[in-house]
């Protein structure tokens, strides 16, 4: 089988909901990484790009009809160079990058840009034509987040719980505190304060210049999302979110953004013929399906049937990123996986409730920091997971080159 590595990976700063890239388009911000990414190797001759493979959840406003193709386009790459758009929700970006895995493994091609993008503030109202001529039943969603036009059944067999009811029908389950899941999330905040302090997550991002409607544009270069002021006095004083008396809040969930990855895939041939030198080697992957109300557990039988794969055992792992979608989510995969709450090898520079969760970018921005982590730690392997609305999980093992 031939095997698929990670190159080069490359990101946009992270977006709060209305916040700095609010003026910019979805396929724009798709296109700024990928031609961020292909100027770090100016040798590479864009035309050997064998395909664009970009996740996105929405797809109903500025990112629709194939951004990846679009994207590509506006980057600049050769017309010859196509482009495919992949929906698996939450991890829509870390499929994208297993896709361009897999199809190196197929012999369907050498070098791919993979990767994924959203733009939350930018997803517009979404409205159903009426059943009949005239009819009254027309719908009108919000397309930023949450359901829209549900079929009865999935809601009669399933549920149509939003994502933060998953997260409190967990904690059903699994006995965990307000105060345990607060203390989590100023864990990710300390965490990614001091990974931006400290310029660890600069090497991961390309800024972006915003056009203003008067004077220059602004260089927006930093994580918005992070509150580096955070307490557990602060945490403590939010209402809950989703139940009267539940316990997940606006704190320790992750938030509405935007942003946009960008993940050089290549082959070991592709490697010799173009001069690249790897990040990491994608060991295995695997993707599962759970109970869709529960949908925060799927990361637990995806990383047990990745690290199977693999042929690994938790305890070889040296860099775990789980997704941070709800503190309570990832509290409750943690402990079934038999880990601590405070494991040092989580989320290292913090996850998404501190940085932010992009839902098609996340899953390209785990596998991307990562790699960048081994290689800096001088480590040799990481699990990256996520869970995956309407039911699923997803992880990934890398190999340090």
């Given amino acids: ?188 905040q300390q965490k990614a304060a001091a990974a931006q302090a400290n310029g660890r997550l600069a090497l991961e991002i390309a800024p972006v210049s915003i056009p203003q409607r008067k004077g220059d544009p602004i260089r927006f270069s930093v994580d918005e999302f992070v509150k580096p002021k955070t307490t557990m006095e602060g945490l403590a004083a939010l209402k809950p979110a989703f139940r009267k008396n539940g316990s997940v809040t606006a704190g320790n969930a992750s938030g509405l953004n935007d942003g946009a990855a960008a993940v050089l895939v290549a082959s070991a041939r592709a490697l010799d013929t173009h001069a690249l030198k790897p990040l990491a080697r994608i060991v295995s992957s695997a993707v599962v399906g759970v109970e869709p109300r529960i949908m925060g557990i799927g990361p637990v039988n995806a990383s047990k049937l990745a690290l199977e794969r693999a042929g690994l055992t938790l305890d070889r792992i040296d860099i775990l990123e789980l997704n941070e979608a709800f503190a309570a989510q990832v509290l409750s995969c943690t402990r079934s996986l038999g880990l601590a709450d405070d494991d040092p090898r989580i989320n290292p520079n913090g996850g998404a409730i501190a940085l932010g969760h992009p839902l098609g970018m996340s899953g390209a921005r785990l596998l991307q920091t990562a790699a960048l982590e081994l290689r800096a730690r001088k480590q040799r392997y990481a699990l990256c997971t996520m869970c995956i609305g309407v039911g699923q999980g997803y992880a990934v093992v890398l190999e340090a080159c």
């Fill in 1 to 188: 089988m031939n095997e698929a590595y990670i190159v080069d990976a490359i990101r946009t700063p992270i977006g709060g909901f209305t916040g700095s890239l609010s003026p910019v388009r979805a396929d724009d911000l798709a296109a700024h990484v990928i031609r961020e990414l292909m100027a770090r190797h100016p040798s590479l001759d864009p035309a050997a790009v064998d395909d664009v493979i970009m996740g996105c959840a929405n797809q109903a406003g500025e990112d629709n009809r194939n951004v990846a193709r679009m994207a590509g386009l506006l980057a600049g790459l050769p017309v010859n160079v196509p482009g495919e758009t992949v929906n698996r929700l939450c991890a829509s970006g870390m499929s994208a990058v297993v896709q361009a895995g897999r199809a190196i493994a197929a012999a369907s091609g050498d070098l791919f840009i993979a990767g994924g993008v959203e733009h939350m503030t930018r997803g517009p109202w979404v409205m159903s034509k009426t059943s009949t001529p005239y009819g009254r039943d027309a719908q009108l969603f919000d397309s930023s987040f949450g359901w829209r036009f549900v079929n009865p059944l999935m809601k009669e067999r399933y549920g149509v719980d939003a994502m933060g009811e998953t997260a409190e029908n967990l904690l059903e389950t699994h006995v965990i505190s307000r105060e345990e899941q607060d203390r989590f999330a100023l864990w990710s």
